[in-house]
C-alpha cells in the first residue's frame, strides 16, 4: 500500500536527522541542499514516485535517477538506507577514508564497492544533465520505456555546459528525460542573485522548447501532482523548479547560504537535532 503524506513526512523528519548526524560526525558535508530536498527524495523513493526496487537496484525496468549536485549526498544516502538499500548502521562511515560513502557520490563497476541506488558519478557541477541526456538517448535507441530523473542545483545553471545538455534534450526531443532544479536561490559564496543571477529562468527553458512545471518542494501534495504532470506523455522534455527551503527544518539554517557546506559545532547540532526530533513527534504513528 502507498504511504500516506503523513507517513511520509515523518520519515522525512527522521531522515534529516540522519543528514545531521552524518555531517556533523564527519565533520564535514554540506547540509543546506541536503536537508532542503528531502520532501522530494523521500517522495521519490519511500512515495514511489521513481520505479525501483531495493532487493534489486540493477533491475533492468527501473526508473533512473542521476544526481548533478552531489554535494548533496548525505540527503541520497540517508533516503537510500530509509528505502531498504543497505543497513543504516553503514552511514556513520560517510566520509571516511575507504568508505563507500564519500562526499559525492561515485559508480564503479563493482558491485561490492558501489553504493547500491547511485547511478552516477558526481562532483563537478553542470555535468549531470548531459550524463542524463546520454542515457535517456540510449534507452530510446534501446526501444525501453525507462524514465531518467536529473536532479541539478540552481547554482549550476550559470554553466555553459548545462546548457549545451538543454538544446540537445530539446533537440532530440527526450521526453523519458525529467529535470528537476533545486530552486533554493543559494549556493556557497552567497545567493544565485548576487553570484551570478539567473534572471528570467523559467521563460529561458521555455525558450528552448522545454516544458517548465514548479512546485512546492515541502508540500507532499504539490511533489506528487507535479511528477504526476511530469510523467504524462508530452511532445517537450520536461523541467521541475522544485522551489525549496535550503537549511529546511532547522531554524537557524533556513535560507541562509553559509549552511550551504558548513559543519554545525556541537551546540548547533543540539539544537538542530533537537528542532527535528520536535518535528518528528508531531506525526504521530
Not at 559508480?107 to 542515457?135: D, I, K
Request: proline share 5%; aromatic share 10%.
Amino acid at each position: 500500500m502507498p504511504a500516506t503524506y503523513h507517513q511520509l513526512s515523518k520519515a522525512a523528519w527522521q531522515i534529516r536527522q540522519d543528514i545531521l548526524t552524518m555531517i556533523y560526525r564527519a565533520g564535514s558535508g554540506h547540509p543546506g541542499g541536503s536537508l532542503g530536498m528531502t520532501d522530494v527524495f523521500t517522495a521519490l523513493y519511500l512515495g514511489k514516485i521513481l520505479r525501483h526496487d531495493p532487493k534489486r537496484p540493477e533491475w533492468d525496468k527501473r526508473d533512473y535517477l542521476l544526481v548533478s549536485n552531489g554535494h548533496i549526498s548525505p540527503v541520497i544516502y540517508a533516503t537510500l538506507a530509509k528505502a531498504g538499500y543497505f543497513d543504516r548502521s553503514e552511514l556513520s562511515t560517510f566520509r571516511q577514508v575507504s568508505s563507500r560513502f564519500q562526499g559525492h557520490p561515485h559508480y564503479v563497476p563493482q558491485l561490492s564497492e558501489r553504493v547500491p541506488g547511485v547511478e552516477n558519478t558526481s562532483g563537478p557541477l553542470g555535468q549531470g544533465l548531459s550524463q542524463a541526456a546520454g542515457l535517456a538517448l540510449a534507452l530510446r535507441l534501446d526501444g525501453k520505456k525507462n524514465l531518467v530523473y536529473c536532479l541539478m542545483s540552481d547554482g549550476e545553471q550559470q554553466e555553459g555546459q548545462i546548457w549545451e545538455a538543454y538544446q540537445f534534450i530539446a533537440h532530440h526531443r527526450l521526453n523519458q528525460l525529467i529535470g528537476v532544479i533545486d530552486y533554493n536561490h543559494i549556493q556557497i559564496s552567497g545567493t544565485t542573485k548576487d553570484v551570478l543571477d539567473l534572471g528570467q529562468l523559467k521563460a529561458k527553458l521555455m525558450s528552448f522548447g522545454l516544458r517548465v512545471l514548479e512546485m512546492n518542494a515541502h508540500d507532499f501534495a504539490s511533489i506528487f501532482e507535479t511528477f504526476e504532470k511530469a510523467k504524462q506523455p508530452n511532445q517537450n522534455p520536461t523541467i521541475i523548479l522544485a522551489k525549496s527551503i535550503p537549511g529546511k527544518g532547522v531554524s537557524f539554517m533556513e535560507g541562509d547560504y553559509r549552511w550551504h557546506g558548513k559543519v554545525p559545532s556541537n551546540s548547533e547540532y543540539n539544537q538542530a537535532l533537537k528542532e527535528l526530533q520536535i518535528k518528528e513527534k508531531t506525526f504521530v504513528d
